[in-house]
Structure formats: structure tokens, C-alpha cells
């Protein structure tokens, strides 16, 4: 069974970064594609970027050109830098392969207020 650990969340203002990170036990981690989700409280899971085992990404239209997707396959860790925040961007934020197949971990909470 694969774990996931999330890290890198905190409270930051509109407008600011945050970078996440999440590492993944398991040897097939390079061939899934991979992906970055949220929940934000009272609303469904959602994924917001993907990056495949060749690096093609996808974003949702919420978050492209603020968010960036990125892999180190060596280090089975799957990142997320987070520009331009918003305060709908609050949300606990998770990694998983897209489709999800894992058990989901803890995820990193972010929060965007002033």
C-alpha cells in the first residue's frame, strides 16, 4: 500500500505563495500520473493539477496560471507551488495518483486570509 505525507501548508495573505510537497512510498511512483486535490470545508473533493510519468500537466481553469505542477521522480515527491493566492483557495490540500487509487493521507491545510 502505497502512503502519501503531504507537507508545506500554513496561513498566508491574498496574494502570497505557498510551495507543497508530497512524497510517496512505493517503486511504480515515476509511472502514475499524479495529482494535486482539495477540500475545502462543506464542498467535494476536487483536483486542481495533474502531471503525468512524462510531465504533461493540467490545471483546473480555478487555479491555472497561479499554480505550477511539478515531479522528482528520484525522490517519489510531487510538488505544488502556489502563486497568487486567494482566500478561496482555503482548503486542505491532498496528493494522490489521478485517478485517485490510494488511500488518501492527512493533507496540508491551507489557509488564505488577511
Known amino acids: 500500500q502505497v502512503q502519501l505525507v503531504e507537507s508545506g501548508g500554513g496561513l498566508v495573505q491574498p496574494g502570497g505563495s505557498l510551495r507543497l510537497s508530497c512524497t510517496a512510498s512505493?517503486?511504480?511512483?515515476?509511472?502514475?500520473?499524479m495529482g494535486w486535490y482539495r477540500q475545502a470545508p462543506g464542498k467535494q473533493r476536487e483536483v486542481v493539477a495533474s502531471?503525468?510519468?512524462?510531465?504533461?500537466?493540467h490545471y483546473a481553469a480555478s487555479v491555472k496560471g497561479r499554480f505550477t505542477i511539478s515531479r522528482d521522480n528520484a525522490k517519489n515527491t510531487v510538488y505544488l507551488q502556489m502563486n497568487s493566492l486567494k482566500p478561496e483557495d482555503t482548503a486542505v490540500y491532498y496528493c494522490?495518483?489521478?485517478?485517485?487509487?490510494?488511500?488518501w493521507g492527512q493533507g496540508t491545510q491551507v489557509t488564505v486570509s488577511s
Open positions: 494522490n495518483t489521478n485517478p485517485p487509487v490510494n488511500s
Open positions: 512505493g517503486s511504480s511512483f515515476s509511472i502514475n500520473t
Open positions: 502531471i503525468t510519468s512524462g510531465g504533461f500537466t
